[in-house]
């Protein structure tokens, strides 16, 4: 059974530095779609960036870009997401999700594998 763990985050100032994991249970997502998104209370789920591991390439939605950064580190099937210049609005409980292919990245329906989360909190 595919699963997805998420760790790293935390509360921090704005202004801050935050680097989340996603440990996947196999190789699988060297061949799929990774995505992170992020969502608070009320709101729909937002796609935040992902990578394709096929031929790495990369998203980011316009909140983020610039700011954040993923990367995949396929020998040990963890993909990251570095958050710099953070900001109060950043605050969500951060997912990451994986498929096998996406038309949309940043649409949460595509994707068929979740983590649980790991919140992340900016403090002004």
């Known amino acids: 059974q595919v699963q997805l763990v998420e760790s790293g985050g935390g509360s921090v100032q704005t202004g801050g530095s935050l680097r989340l994991s996603c440990a996947s249970s196999?190789?699988?997502?060297?061949?799929?779609?990774v995505g992170w998104f992020r969502q608070t209370p009320g709101k729909e789920r937002e796609g935040v960036a992902a990578?394709?591991?096929?031929?790495?390439?990369?998203w980011y939605s316009a909140a983020v870009a610039g700011r954040f950064t993923i990367s995949r580190d396929s020998a040990r099937n963890i993909t990251y997401l570095q958050m710099n210049n953070l900001k109060p609005e950043d605050t969500a409980t951060y997912y990451c999700?994986?498929?096998?292919?996406?038309?949309?990245?940043?649409?949460?329906?595509?994707?068929?594998?979740w983590g649980r989360g790991t919140p992340v909190t900016v403090s002004s």
């Open positions: 990578i394709a591991g096929y031929f790495s390439k990369s």
């Open positions: 999700a994986a498929s096998p292919d996406v038309s949309d990245w940043s649409d949460a329906a595509n994707y068929g594998y």
């Open positions: 196999g190789d699988f997502v060297n061949r799929k779609v």
